[in-house]
T-cell receptor
Framework: ETGVTQTPRHLVMGMTNKKSLKCEQH?????MYWYKQSAKKPLELMFV???????ENNSVPSRFSPECPNSSHLFLHLHTLQPEDSALYLC??????????????FGPGTRLTVT | GQNIDQPTEMTATEGAIVQINCTYQ??????LFWYQQHAGEAPTFLSYNVLDGLEEKGRFSSFLSRSKGYSYLLLKELQMKDSASYLCATMDSNYQLIWGAGTKLIIKP
């Protein structure tokens, strides 16, 4: 596998379920991100990890819980979600402090539907 | 506040040229990015501008004017595969990306 991978690609869950999204990057990057993408809205940054340390939490509800066990893996644990949480969840990685452009590489996303 | 504006949708003809504009107001500025996102796929990097002027990369060019808070993405010799959403994003003083809602570009034969 190359680049950034995400599993599952599609997920349907009830409001009382607990599930986890997984992201893995094979680029040797040191920063990883979770974004939420809703239709016709800008990408919303949720969490940022640099060298496994969380450096950003943009007022995300506690029903979303990130975990970064190492610089290659990132999880988003979900519990008691609401229907408005239905969206595309994108993971990205970058090499901060490396290239001047801090270009982010995205995974294909997990399409989440909360019923 | 931080704000990025770009048109919601544009239509162009195969073989033609199209310019997608982006205006921004952000706290601090560390460059502007353009990404392409095909339906159901991940955004992919197109360009990065941090200095004023035009950056050309094949059929795609990106322009930045920092004093005007303005950028555009120019696509030449349009192909059907260029049908996608084009996302404008600025990097703020904390090196985080602030995103526009994207411009859906429709290419007609």
């Amino acid at each position: 596998e190359t680049g950034v991978t995400q599993t599952p690609r599609h997920l349907v869950m009830g409001m009382t379920n607990k599930k986890s999204l997984k992201c893995e990057q094979h680029l040797g990057h040191n920063a990883m991100y979770w974004y939420k993408q809703s239709a016709k809205k800008p990408l919303e940054l949720m969490f940022v990890y640099n060298f496994k340390e969380q450096t950003e939490n943009n007022s995300v509800p506690s029903r979303f819980s990130p975990e970064c066990p190492n610089s290659s893996h990132l999880f988003l644990h979900l519990h008691t979600l609401q229907p408005e949480d239905s969206a595309l969840y994108l993971c990205a990685s970058s090499q901060d402090g490396g290239t001047p452009s801090y270009e982010q590489y995205f995974g294909p996303g997990t399409r989440l539907t909360v019923t | 506040g931080q704000n990025i504006d770009q048109p919601t949708e544009m239509t162009a003809t195969e073989g033609a040229i199209v310019q997608i504009n982006c205006t921004y107001q952000t706290s601090g500025f560390n460059g502007l990015f353009w990404y392409q996102q095909h339906a159901g796929e991940a955004p992919t990097f197109l360009s990065y501008n941090v200095l004023d002027g035009l950056e050309e990369k094949g059929r795609f060019s990106s322009f930045l004017s920092r004093s005007k808070g303005y950028s555009y993405l120019l696509l030449k010799e349009l192909q059907m595969k260029d049908s996608a959403s084009y996302l404008c994003a600025t990097m703020d003083s904390n090196y985080q990306l602030i995103w526009g809602a994207g411009t859906k570009l429709i290419i007609k034969p």
